[in-house]
């Protein structure tokens, strides 16, 4: 199983709605990772989780809150965001942090009404 | 972070023609230089990566080229289809993540 699992696929959320991002990946990986991307720009990086402790957050507002119960499974907690938040958010797999190959998700595309 | 440059912004290529895509980088303590490929609504997909202790790497159609003095490397796709259309992002390793090149928007005529 080399598939790292998103859901859900489409997300609709108002302002003043709580919801969560699941990502899910069984190969074994101890690196993962969220990712935003806009409309025809390169993914940027929110968050990195090694073995399960959170390893960068790159400034990210406090409306963004990572999880990672398990080395499997890593969700996004989402609160009070803004329109502008709208966009793709990609979970991603490494099995190690430093030159090794990432394995994205297919995303959730987000729209904040 | 570094600034990653990617070069032309978007391609316009006839089936069966050559595809060539490249990027600039600043510097890097790492050596694993990766292509990622990504469609409409998919996540990134890894394409192909190279590591500098060879200049060249070929995995079917694809190619990678790298200039390790001139901190470039280039993406060559040959005999190009029109499955082929996609953006292509570099990635350069820096600290516990990947900069991301703009990306090249590849469109393979029929």
């Known amino acids: 199983d080399t598939e790292v699992t998103q859901t859900p696929k489409h997300l609709v959320m108002g302002m003043t709605n709580k919801k969560s991002l699941k990502c899910e990946q069984h190969?074994?990986?101890?690196?993962m990772y969220w990712y935003k991307q806009k409309a025809k720009k390169p993914p940027e990086l929110m968050f990195v989780?090694?073995?399960?402790?959170?390893?960068i957050n790159e400034s990210v507002p406090s409306r963004f809150s990572p999880e990672c119960p398990n080395s499997s499974l890593l969700n996004l907690h989402l609160h009070a965001l803004q329109p502008e938040d709208s966009a793709l958010y990609l979970c991603?797999?490494?099995?190690?942090?430093?030159?090794?190959?990432?394995?994205f998700g297919s995303g959730t595309q987000l729209s904040v009404l | 972070q570094q600034q990653v440059k990617q070069s032309p912004q978007s391609l316009i290529v006839q089936k069966g023609g050559i595809s060539i895509i490249n990027c600039a980088y600043e510097?890097?303590?790492?050596?694993?230089f990766p292509w990622y490929q990504q469609f409409p609504g998919k996540g990134p997909a890894l394409l192909i990566a190279?590591?500098?202790?060879?200049s060249e790497k070929k995995e079917g159609r694809f190619t990678i080229s790298f200039n390790k003095s001139a901190k470039q490397f280039s993406l060559h796709i040959m005999d190009s289809q029109p499955g082929d259309s996609a953006t292509y992002f570099c990635?350069?390793?820096?600290?516990?993540?990947?900069?991301f090149g703009p990306g090249t928007r590849l469109s393979v005529l029929p």
């Open positions: 991603a797999s490494s099995r190690g942090l430093v030159g090794e190959k990432l394995f």
């Open positions: 190969m074994g990986h101890r690196a």
């Open positions: 989780y090694s073995y399960e402790k959170l390893s």
């Open positions: 510097n890097t303590a790492f050596d694993y």
């Open positions: 190279i590591r500098p202790d060879v």
């Open positions: 990635a350069i390793p820096e600290g516990q993540n990947f900069v």
